[in-house]
Every structure is written in C-alpha cells, then in structure tokens.
C-alpha cells in the first residue's frame, strides 16, 4: 500500500521550479488589466463618480462605475444563496454597504496605467453616521435562522438550577477579534468571453460553486461557463464562494470585449473577500464536588454585515465535546457597516474552542483539579446533543499519548510557580476538535494506451496536497505504480465534487475514486476474460488480480503478493488489454455520497493540544518553545502531508492566540492595518519545536476508506492551549485575543 506513506508531493517539483500556475499567472491572449476602486466610507451612496482623471490616462480603454456599468439580470442579485452564493457590489447601485467595498474598475492595457487610472478617480459620497459599536448595537442582536447546518440554539436539562448547587462554577466572557485569512496568493480572477461562452481562470476553493454564481449572475446556462484553477495558493475559506471582483472581471471582460485580468491588492484582502468575525462569547460552567460537569452554557454574539446574515458558529462544540445533562448553547448576530464575515479556517470551532478550553481549565483551577484530570472525568462517550454514538472517538488515547510526549506530569500546579531567570514558565492543554464532514462525490478514471492512467475530479489542492493523496488512493485502488498516476482537478469540466471548506475533501473524493479506480480494474478483467488473446481468457474473474499494473494470476503471485517475474504466462500489462482493444483509452466513472449512517453516527476528529509558554516577566513578550498535539483522525491518507497540514493549522493557531487582529477605524470602518506589516502572523522566528502525532484510528462509517478531514482541526485548541499555559506560568487569564503583552503587565 502507498496509501499512508508519506511519500514527497507528486506536484512538490512543479510547485518549487515555479512551472505550478497560480490563476493570474494563465497567459492569456490579448488581456487587458483591471484594478478595483473600493469606498472609502462604511455607509450611505455615492452622489457623484469623477471619472475624467482616471479616462484620460494612456492605456485606459474602460472606468466602470454605478453610473455606466452593463446592467445585470436582477440588479446582479441572482447568484445569491448566501452562504455559498454571496451577496455582492457589483456596480449595479449606488449604495455603499461597507468600507473597501468596489464602486468601480479600471481597465487598461498596462497593470501599472489601470492602478494610476484608479487612483484618480474621484467618489464623493453621501455618508451618514456608520454603525460600528458592537456593544452599542448588542441590544439588537437577533437569532440567525440557522448555525451552519444545526439549529441556531441547543438546550437540554436546567442549566439554572443546576448552577445554583454545583460546587464549583465559572461564569466568563471571552473576545476574539476580526481576523483576515491573508492566503500568500491574493484573490484574483482572468475572466475571458467567447460569445455567451465564459472562461475564467479564478483563485478559488470551490470551481463548481463558482460555475453556479456567475452562471446566475449573468443569466446564461452553467455548462456556459468553465472555471479553472490547477494550483491554489492557500484558501483557508476566503476563496470558498464567488467574491465580488470575480463577477466584475467578468462584467469588465464583457464590456471591453477582451479578456480581463483583476488581482486584489494585499489591502482589498481586508474588505471584500470576507473575514473572521468578531465574537462575544459568554462561558458559564459548573461542576459537582467530584469535577463532574453538571451544566455548560455557551452563547456566543457575533457581528455581521447589513447585507448579508453570517453566523460563526462557535457555541456548537459544547453541545457535544464533555458529558453534561444540562446544556444551553446559543448564536445571536448583530448587523453594523462592515463587510460580511465569511468562513475562516474552523469558522465557529476555532473562536467557540478557545472560550469553552479556557473555561474548562478555569474550571479546573478554580475545583483544584488538573486539567487533564477534569477533562477526563468529563469525557463524552457518545453524542449526548444529538443522542447519537461516534463514529470513532479515541481522544483519551489523544491525552494520554499527548501528556506523555509533552511531559505533562512535570507542569507545576501553582501558576506563577516556575521561573528560568526573566522568564516565567507554564505549559497549557486543550482539545481539539472538528466535524469529520462529507458530501456527495464523482470521480473518473482513464487508462491510456502507453499504460498511464488518468484520474480526475473537480476538487481543489489549496496547497494540501490533494494530487498527492489521490494519486496514491488511485494507486493502490488500481493496482498501478503511483508514477504512472497523473491526477486533474480544479476544472469545472470534470466530475463534480464539493468544495475545498468544512475539511470535506479527501472525505469525500477519496471514495469515489476509489469507486472509479475498483470499477476500472473489473472492467480490465471483462475485457481480458473475454478475449481468447489473452492468457486470462475464461479465467474465473475471481482468480486474477491487478498488481504494478498488470494483471495477474492470483495464484501466480508469491505470499507477499508481488510478482516475482514481469513477464510470463501468468500476467499481461493492462496496457495490452487497451491496445487489443483499438488503442481507445478505457474510461470508467464513480459517484460516492453518504448515507443514512450520517443520521445514526456523530462523526467528529479529535485531538489534543498541550503549549509551553515563557512570558517575559517585565516586557510581558510571550514565547512558545513547544507544542505537542495529538490527533486522531480516522486515517491518515499521508503521514507526511498530513503532519505539514496540522502544523500549518497550529502555526496559525499560533497566530490567533498572540497576533492576529484586524483593526478598524470606529470612525469608517475601515480596516487601520490592511498590510502583512502591521497585520501580524507568526514568522520563523515565533515558531520553535511543534511536535504532531497521530494515534491509529479505524472508523468504519465516516466513509469508506475511514478518512476525517485535516483542513481545520489544527487550528483548533492551539488558543486555548497557549492562553492556559499563559495563566499557568504568570496567573493571568486573558480572556480577549490576541494576547498582547499590553494585557499582561
Ligand atoms: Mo474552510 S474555513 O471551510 O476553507
């Protein structure tokens, strides 16, 4: 099996000579370049568009605006099904929902001419007051219709009375701040008309959705419109629905009757594309004498814009993640000027853990219990939400194999306690967790003449290593060397898959090539047992195989089940099946989805995450020398991808617990630190020694080969973790990220 192993990515060389094409990157024939012009006010409408300065630059064939802008079916609001089709600016009003929003595009011949042309065009808006306090606007926070995919409360128990005897209780509320997703390839988008026929080459994470919305947006059928994009450089949810600057790339292609090329610059990241919300989130937990949960109560305020309703979703991990009888987990969404929130790395689970982690282990401070200890006596050993079993839960393997690779055992109890000279000393544990999602699935399968095999779908590689864990599914589905596999995906033309979001993908598509590759090897062995050429002809089906790619007598392989000559009686290349058969290439098709099991399993990952914090005792500068983290994951298609994936995931974690924060001006709106120079995320310099492993894990029902998703998980507990380890080594609980060393001195 080549499944497992970590075997180097299969696109690691194209990715480092630089031949892996980014969506900007297409050379396409005769493009033209368009710059975005974006609001400078929160809120109100634009009265009037200066657009002479910006016309009479050389090179400037079009300036799109509210005023002159082609008009689209619906005003442009057809592409909406919010939260996968979004709703979007795209010049067909004169209303200014929130600061950085595009009120206008700029084409030229030169990248450098439609910059110059967008910075002359003069806006003057009508701009009332904006609504941008989030604690003046709390008193109309309302219920979302739905968190995510569950009901927007939970309750079950009396959360009040149990509270009211419990022997040791916390009640807190925990902050996180705005955040932007900032992947090193911005969004962008070549878009490129042939009659009503559209091509556009776009940074995404879902090629199929993006089909849909513009499909929509523009009126025309779905089959109409082909998105590309082979190579992605990082997602993280920003690219996980069609922004506004995709559809105007297109209107502009549409208009100047050329291809269009639009690249957001680095500060339009903190504006238009999407962002972690900020949340309030109100922690109340209490426990009976022994350290046995008898309530937990989360409820979580998040903010969102005034077009569009987003839930982050944070309170849901405590309707499931300890045993308790008496549970109260809430959402409520307050509307202000600002741009809509979109799906970030863990949306709702990375915020919601780090308030639920912290609460645990103030819980735990407060009984005088570890807090490995506390979080054992309340592990949950089924869904007690849902009333559901798990479909594989091993996370007190997680804690035990984690504690013991970190050291556990030798924390200091006392915070404050350990000191190595200016430096004061603490380590921090929190779970981890994720829902292990899937959905429905199709792949293809072509072997070629020359013996190679073509596998596709249109899934997404954000840069984890997708071709690569296919290639291998493939492989050993097959029974053909990896190295005559070439994966394809990021077409909209291929078999349809989900979208890379909810750490869905290798869940979802690794099944269905599976299904594709099984449905090939069956039909190589039709075609052969049917052919009085080859040396299976009648063979019982039953008694061949297909091993390096060829197709064997079972009996005529060695115990070890690899053949000990290539050639002989006892085999073909599969190759020679395809050439007897007119040198067409084979094709085979799968579809794979889920199932009831869906409804009779909960099925989450799970993990643990243990942080080794030294704070500067004068300067408060916060440290982490080490994380261990434990997972288990159902399994790991690639150790070694698998491993680079949750350390992305912890770095980040990294970067959420002590830097990361967007600010906005109270005043506009706007975001102050738009910039990878003052919007910080952890360098080479703040990561030391992150330590990953993961325990065996067999889930028969998560899906056929037992895959959970690795997307998100990594980023989740790392916060908590760290904030604990934190409390642990100085005695400050910060209860609001990121952790800055104003809040600890
Ligand atoms: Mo993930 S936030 O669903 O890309």
Redesign the pocket.
């Given at each position: 099996m080549i499944t497992g192993q970590g075997i180097d990515r299969v696109d690691g060389r194209l990715k480092v000579t630089g031949r892996a094409p980014y969506a900007a990157e297409f050379a396409v024939p005769g493009l033209v370049h368009a710059v975005l012009v974006t609001s400078t006010v929160a809120s109100g409408r634009i009265v009037r568009m200066d657009i002479s300065g910006a016309s009479a630059v050389r090179g400037v064939v079009a300036v799109l605006t509210p005023m002159n802008a082609p008009r689209l079916p619906q005003g442009g609001k057809a592409g909406v099904n919010p939260p996968a089709g979004r709703v979007l600016s795209l010049l067909q009003d004169d209303l200014v929902a929130y600061n950085r929003q595009p009120v206008a595009v700029v084409v030229a011949d030169t990248l450098e001419r439609a910059a110059q042309g967008a910075r002359l065009v003069r806006v003057v808006y009508a701009s009332g007051t904006a609504k941008l306090d989030f604690a003046a606007a709390k008193p109309n926070a309302f219920p979302p219709q739905r968190a995510n995919r569950e009901p927007t409360d939970h309750a079950r128990g009396d959360v009040a009375a149990a509270v009211a005897q419990a022997a040791t209780s916390v009640d807190v509320v925990y902050t996180t701040p705005v955040e932007h997703h900032n992947p090193m390839e911005p969004h962008a988008t070549i878009a490129a008309w042939e009659g009503d026929k559209l091509t556009l080459h776009d940074a995404t994470?879902n090629v199929g959705g993006v089909r849909t919305t513009l499909a929509k947006i523009f009126g025309i059928a779905p089959e109409n419109v082909t998105v590309l994009d082979p190579y992605v450089g990082g997602?993280?949810?920003c690219k996980?629905s069609a922004w506004s600057h995709v559809a105007l790339a297109a209107l502009a292609a549409k208009a100047v009757g050329r291809p269009v090329k639009l690249v957001l610059e680095r500060p339009q990241m903190f504006g238009p594309v999407g962002n972690r919300p900020h949340t309030e989130q109100s922690l109340g937990l209490a426990a009976d004498g022994a350290g046995k949960l008898v309530a937990v109560r989360h409820a979580t305020i998040s903010e969102t814009s005034t077009i569009e309703d987003w839930v982050e979703t944070s309170s849901l991990p405590a309707r499931h993640l300890y045993a308790c009888a008496n549970v109260l987990s809430s959402h409520r969404i307050l509307k202000l000027d600002i741009a809509t929130p979109t799906?970030?790395?863990?949306?709702g689970e990375a915020s919601g853990n780090f308030a639920l982690e912290s609460a645990i282990d103030e819980l735990a401070a407060r009984a005088g219990i570890d807090p490995l200890e506390l979080r054992l006596r309340n592990d949950a050993e089924r869904d007690e939400s849902k009333g559901r079993p798990y479909s594989s839960k091993s996370l007190r393997e997680c804690y035990r194999v984690g504690a013991e690779r970190f050291g556990w055992s030798r924390r200091a109890a006392t915070p404050g306690a350990r000191r190595d000279g200016r430096w004061l000393v603490g380590s921090g544990l929190a779970t981890a967790t994720y829902p292990a999602n899937r959905s429905p699935a199709e792949a293809l399968v072509r072997l070629l003449p020359d013996g190679s095999v073509v596998v596709a779908s249109a899934t997404h590689d954000l840069g984890t290593g997708t071709y690569t864990v296919m290639s291998q599914v493939a492989a050993d589905a097959l029974g053909v060397p990896i190295a005559r596999i070439r994966f394809e995906l990021g077409d909209s033309r291929l078999p349809k898959a989900p979208g890379?979001?909810?750490?869905q993908s290798a869940a979802s598509v690794s099944p269905a090539v599976h299904a594709a590759c099984k449905a090939m090897q069956k039909k190589v062995i039709e075609l052969a047992i049917a052919d009085p050429r080859s040396f299976a002809y009648r063979v019982d089906p039953e008694q061949l195989t297909v091993v390096d790619g060829w197709l064997r007598l079972a009996s005529a392989l060695p115990a070890g089940g690899r053949p000990i000559a290539a050639a002989g009686a006892g085999g073909e290349p599969i190759a020679a099946i395809v050439a007897r058969n007119g040198g067409t290439p084979l094709e085979t098709r799968a579809e794979a989805a889920p199932g009831a099991e869906r409804e009779q399993y909960s099925m989450h990952g799970f993990g643990a995450v243990f942080a080794e914090v030294r704070v500067d005792a004068a300067l408060g500068v916060v440290r982490v020398p080490r994380i261990t983290a434990v997972y288990a994951i159902g399994t790991v298609l690639n150790e070694k991808l698998a491993r680079s994936q949750m350390q992305g995931g912890i770095v980040w974690g990294m970067g959420m617990a002590l830097f990361e924060e967007s600010l906005r001006d109270g005043r506009d709106g706007r975001i102050v630190n738009a910039n990878l120079a003052e919007y910080h995320v952890p360098v080479n310099a703040d990561v030391a020694a992150i330590d990953v492993a993961f325990v065996a894990e067999s889930d028969p029902h998560v899906n056929p080969l037992g895959v959970k998703g690795i997307?998100?998980i990594g980023i989740t507990g790392v916060p908590a973790a760290i904030a604990n380890a934190v409390y642990n080594a100085t005695g400050k609980r910060i209860r609001d990220l990121p952790i800055t060393l104003d809040k600890l001195l």
């Open positions: 994470q997602g993280f949810g996980g799906f970030t790395r863990a949306p890379a979001g909810g750490s997307g998100e």
